[in-house]
């Protein structure tokens, strides 16, 4: 068991693991987030079940399996950079197949994409559930979102985001099994495929719930009459 926690084929495993773990988070945030396109009276409903005591249970596991997605990244990355005496990406059994602009970028991406949390942390998080622990009236979660994305600069500032996550789990998604060991020739080229159209859907939601978002803020498209 202490060879998980100290050896390369350990911390990858861990990092896939953790990996995989916060894709399925993602899918259940961006549904969620995406009912608010279709009506935003489901919207609140939506949200109400993210307030639920099982889901409150699930928020410092998830927390707690990002920061340890961190740590060994990070982790990894020095290591790599001790062995090969500059800046690649972690070692993996095929370089060919990881041969790619993402791949040779995954932590610079990791530390974009940790700055986009940040920086949701402080739009949503921190009125809604963070709210809710601490006993005050959490915000209307269609009111904050029409209030962050009708700002068009904080848009562009998501959506840069969201490219960076496209990025990093279009790598992440495939190297994520190839890591678990489904890593054969058929199987490597049908999760790449598999890993583009996952986070081509995820990203793809994300992006046309800012987008809608903004539009309705500013006037372009109609609210529905629901606020």
Same mark, same amino acid.
């Given at each position: 068991?202490?060879?998980?926690?100290?050896?390369?084929?350990?911390k990858k495993l861990i990092m896939s693991i953790?990996?995989?773990?916060?894709?399925?988070?993602?899918?259940?945030?961006?549904?969620?987030?995406?009912?608010?396109?279709?009506?935003?009276?489901?919207?609140?409903?939506?949200?109400?079940?993210?307030?639920?005591?099982?889901?409150?249970?699930?928020? %410092?596991?998830?927390?707690?399996?990002?920061?340890?997605?961190? #740590?060994?990244?990070? @982790? *990894?990355? /020095? &290591?790599?950079?001790? !062995?090969?005496?500059?800046?690649?990406?972690?070692?993996?059994?095929?370089?060919?197949?990881?041969?790619?602009?993402?791949?040779?970028?995954?932590?610079?991406?990791?530390?974009?994409?940790?700055?986009?949390?940040?920086?949701?942390?402080?739009?949503?998080?921190?009125?809604?559930?963070?709210?809710?622990?601490?006993?005050?009236?959490?915000?209307? %979660?269609?009111?904050?979102?029409?209030?962050?994305?009708?700002? #068009?600069?904080?848009? @562009? *500032?998501? /959506? &840069?985001?969201?490219? !960076?996550?496209?990025?990093?789990?279009?790598?992440?998604?495939?190297?994520?099994?190839?890591?678990?060991?489904?890593?054969?020739?058929?199987?490597?080229?049908?999760?790449?495929?598999?890993?583009?159209?996952?986070?081509?859907?995820?990203?793809?939601?994300?992006?046309?719930?800012?987008?809608?978002?903004?539009?309705?803020?500013?006037?372009?498209? %109609?609210?529905?009459?629901?606020?």
């Amino acid at each position: 068991m202490a060879n998980i926690f100290t050896s390369s084929i350990g911390k990858k495993l861990i990092m896939s693991i953790t990996g995989l773990f916060l894709i399925l988070f993602l899918t259940l945030h961006m549904s969620i987030n995406f009912v608010s396109v279709i009506s935003p009276a489901d919207f609140e409903a939506a949200c109400e079940f993210m307030a639920l005591p099982i889901v409150s249970i699930m928020v %410092p596991i998830l927390a707690a399996g990002f920061v340890i997605h961190i #740590i060994y990244a990070l @982790i *990894l990355t /020095i &290591l790599n950079l001790k !062995a090969r005496g500059g800046y690649k990406r972690y070692a993996v059994s095929n370089k060919a197949a990881t041969d790619s602009w993402a791949a040779r970028n995954m932590i610079v991406l990791g530390l974009i994409v940790l700055l986009g949390i940040a920086l949701h942390l402080t739009d949503f998080w921190a009125d809604m559930q963070l709210k809710e622990w601490t006993g005050q009236p959490s915000a209307d %979660p269609n009111e904050l979102m029409y209030a962050t994305f009708g700002n #068009i600069c904080i848009t @562009i *500032l998501y /959506i &840069l985001w969201f490219a !960076a996550i496209w990025f990093h789990l279009t790598h992440g998604f495939w190297s994520a099994f190839q890591t678990i060991g489904w890593n054969n020739n058929i199987w490597l080229k049908r999760w790449k495929v598999i890993g583009y159209v996952v986070a081509t859907i995820l990203v793809g939601g994300f992006v046309i719930v800012a987008v809608v978002a903004c539009c309705r803020a500013n006037g372009w498209l %109609p609210i529905p009459s629901v606020l």
